[in-house]
């Protein structure tokens, strides 16, 4: 089963649980970021990707530029462990990084929630790639990629048992939209997916077919 049927069979159970009313605000939430604009103010094939340094999930320093000098870099920006668009989106990236790795790529995933809650993420996940931590969304925030959390759905998120100010420990309720990037080992970006819509992701089969032309490129 592909990211996208998996994703899409999430919402399926998730529409018949959710009663009108929140659907209804949820929706249209989806729908007034689509249609800031924010997808156009991100990253695109052709930019170079701002280095940055962000703490894995055991507090140890990963940089953007010193993993570059190894090969390309997958770099995956998700909303939270809290999320299961994500840790759907985790998974199969956990199932495709044989493939990456063997591409000579690295993986790493960065989000805005805290060191302890990036290592639950990644016990919970088995995940073996890095998950980086970058508090006060200030990396996503040079990617173009931060948006603040509408107040209508913060009581609606509550209810669901997401604290994000706990999660993150930032009482600002900003957060990334999902975005995946394939950065050259020139720090050029090569593949640019980000979608406002939290649902939908990027399927692993792209980042594997682009960093297969740039190996038959170099």
Do not use: H
Request: some cysteine.
């Amino acid at each position: 089963m592909t990211l996208s049927q998996e994703l899409a069979n999430f919402r399926q159970q998730f529409l018949g649980q959710v009663d009108s009313t929140t659907l209804a605000i949820m929706n249209q939430a989806t729908n007034d970021l689509i249609d800031s604009g924010i997808v156009d103010r991100t990253l695109k094939v052709g930019d170079k990707a701002p280095d940055f340094t962000l703490p894995n999930a055991t507090g140890e320093s990963i940089n953007l530029q010193q993993l570059l000098q190894q090969g390309a870099v997958v770099l995956s920006f998700y909303r939270g462990g809290w999320c299961p668009y994500c840790n759907l989106e985790l998974r199969a990236l956990q199932q495709a990084l044989p493939e990456i790795k063997a591409l000579g790529a690295n993986l790493i995933t960065v989000s805005p929630q805290t060191p302890d809650n990036s290592l639950s993420t990644a016990e919970k996940n088995e995940l073996t790639f890095e998950v980086l931590s970058d508090l006060g969304n200030k990396v996503a925030r040079e990617y173009g990629l931060v948006f603040t959390l509408p107040e209508q759905l913060r009581p609606i998120y509550q209810n669901f048992g997401i604290d994000l100010p706990a999660y993150n420990g930032d009482p600002t309720f900003d957060l990334p939209i999902p975005a995946t990037y394939v950065i050259a080992a020139d720090g050029k970006v090569v593949l640019a997916f980000a979608n406002a819509d939290y649902t939908q992701r990027l399927e692993p089969t792209e980042i594997i077919s682009t960093l297969q032309n740039l190996t038959v490129n170099v």
